[in-house]
């Protein structure tokens, strides 16, 4: 069954950091890009950061550009995201996806982690 499993999530004041982990199994990780999207309460998901397959290329939403950092380890099955300088605004439940690399949709979802940044 595949799966990707979050980790990391947790309670931090305005200006500290937290890193997220996305696990992966039952997938050829290296064959898929990977995401990570947010959601706020009342608000709709959006995108937060992306990287290639090979880590090769990332992007991110203009709002964490500076601050937020996504990484992988192809020999762990892993995608990363360093979230640095949090602000209030931050606070949502994250969400690591992965995309297959001949396709333009995120088909496979985690169940997500909440982070919350207190002011």
């Known amino acids: 069954q595949v799966q990707l499993v979050e980790s990391g999530g947790g309670l931090v004041q305005a200006g500290g950091s937290l890193r997220l982990s996305c696990a992966a199994s039952s997938i050829t990780f290296s064959r898929y890009h990977m995401g990570w999207f947010r959601q706020a309460p009342g608000k709709v998901r959006e995108f937060v950061a992306a990287?290639?397959?090979?880590?090769?290329?990332?992007s991110y939403v203009d709002s964490v550009k500076g601050r937020f950092t996504i990484s992988r380890d192809n020999a762990k099955n892993t995608v990363y995201l360093q979230m640095n300088s949090l602000k209030p605004e931050d606070t949502a439940v994250y969400y690591c996806a992965a995309r297959y690399l001949s396709s333009d949709e995120y088909r496979i979802w985690g169940q997500g982690t909440q982070v919350t940044v207190s002011s």
């Open positions: 990287i290639t397959w090979s880590g090769g290329s990332t």
